[in-house]
């Protein structure tokens, strides 16, 4: 079957597909980079697999207490090898990302001690985990003091300010890769260096750890690869590659990693134990398929953020500035807009495609929340998924794409999705 006709039985348009072959040419040495770069950390992966001498035994089934629970213990060392760290954590018992940052924080800071974010307000649950919204169990119930150093307007690092946030009690500070739902920049690995190097200088003693969330595999150095000490991420964002079914990791220095290990079972136990319940194959075939999975989602945010732009919304990043994460921002400008391209993206999904998603109140936003996720696991957004907040500026954030195949259909059909609401017209169309 020719591929126009497949795209007219999935519910493209003539005019919608010649539009999207036309900008998918334009972008093919952009495409390129992106492969090099997915090259490259495919290779930095299968070495590390190879030199920890993966088997099939490590896909091996392990209950229990988890004592020598080999395909974890080597899994670990892969992640340790990759990230080019001595150590490393990565389990199905981490829950989520935010769960690793808090297992991080809370195994390296006592009381006392203070807790800096030299790149303005964190990630909205870390609010919590750190106290800024007061909050059972969190980090300022045990005693421990948060600071932040705002961003210069240009969303960059005011050094004068953060060197005079560093104090004696400074221990540990965070610094966050991606801009997440914020519409600061994302920082690349060299300026997160910059700032590691900076906060060095000052106080050579204080753990760096990177909120590595979105960023694993954008470039082809990672910030532990620049002074980090830890980075921290969710398995069910990059890391994951789409296959694992859930979990966290924790890459950094041995004594940290060992801290975290205390802190996630218990004082004396450690990385000793934590069954790895048959999810190890999911771990590590979806951590050996993740560079190229990143790839494919970043070809996706640049085909959106194109696409999006020529027909005059804006876009943040821009259709040609260089990446550092997989989160695509367009700015639609009503409720309609939001609540259409977010259809079109469920609409083109492998799961729930047949599921119409509306704007609803959401446990933890301030507005009603629309969600686009045909996922084969739950919340995984490293899959094709979309969230609009239905407030102004009335943004769609939209990230992932398993295949750029499915990335680039889902995007297509969240601009039929607008055709069709009216919200762009058959003239407007034809510009691009
Ligand atoms: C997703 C994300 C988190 C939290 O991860 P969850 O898995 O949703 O708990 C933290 N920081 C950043 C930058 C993120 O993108």
């Known amino acids: 079957m020719e591929k126009q006709n497949m795209a007219a039985i999935l519910g493209i348009s003539e005019p919608v597909f010649q539009a999207g072959e036309r900008l998918e040419q334009e972008l093919l040495p952009r495409f390129l980079e992106f492969d090099k770069t997915a090259e490259q950390n495919q290779w930095k992966v299968l070495y590390a697999m190879q030199k920890n001498r993966v088997s099939e035994s490590c896909f091996q089934y392990a209950t229990g207490y988890g004592y020598n629970d080999d395909g974890r213990d080597t899994l670990e060392r892969v992640y340790a090898d990759t990230f080019h760290t001595e150590a490393a954590l990565v389990r199905p018992q981490i829950t989520c990302g935010t769960h690793s940052l808090a297992l991080a924080l809370s195994a390296n800071l006592r009381p006392g001690d203070e807790l800096l974010s030299p790149v303005g307000k964190p990630y909205d649950t870390l609010e ?4 800024i919204r007061p909050s059972k169990g969190s980090l300022a119930e045990y005693g421990i003091t948060y600071r932040q150093v705002e961003l210069k307007p240009d969303g960059f690092f005011d050094y004068p300010a953060i060197a005079q946030a560093i104090r004696e009690e400074t221990k540990l500070v965070t610094i966050q890769r991606s801009k997440g739902y914020q519409t600061r920049p994302s920082y690349s690995v060299a300026q997160i260096g910059e700032l590691i190097a900076f906060i060095k200088k000052i106080k050579p003693d204080v753990i760096c750890m990177v909120d590595n969330c979105y960023g694993e595999f954008v470039e082809t150095l990672e910030p532990s690869d620049v002074g980090a000490d830890m980075v921290v991420g969710s398995l069910i964002k990059n890391p994951g590659g789409g296959l694992a079914p859930a979990g966290g990791y924790i ?17 004396g136990l450690g990385l000793e134990v934590g069954a790895s319940l048959g999810v190890m194959q999911s771990f590590y075939q979806g951590f050996f398929l ?9 070809k996706g945010a640049v085909f959106a953020a194109n696409l999006y732009e020529r027909l005059g919304y804006p876009v943040i990043p821009n259709g040609r500035e260089s990446r550092h994460d997989i989160i695509q921002a367009v700015e639609l400008g009503t409720p309609e807009g939001v609540i259409a391209f977010c259809q079109g993206i469920q609409s083109a999904a492998p799961v729930d495609s047949f599921v119409t998603p509306v704007p609803w109140a959401m446990p933890g936003y301030d507005s009603d929340v629309i969600m686009a996720a045909g996922a084969f696991v739950q919340g995984s957004s490293i899959e094709l998924s979309a969230d609009g907040p239905i407030k102004p500026p009335y943004a769609v954030y939209f990230q992932g794409g398993l295949t750029w195949p499915s990335a680039k259909l889902g995007i297509l059909k969240s601009l039929e999705s607008l055709v069709n609401a009216g919200i762009i017209t ?6 691009l």
């Open 290 to 298: 993740a560079p190229v999975v990143v790839c494919s989602a970043l």
């Open 426 to 431: 058959p003239e407007k169309l034809k510009e």
């Open 251 to 267: 890459a950094g220095k041995k004594e940290l990693i060992e801290n975290c290990g205390y802190r996630l079972t218990s004082p």
């Open 128 to 131: 919590e985990v750190i106290g």
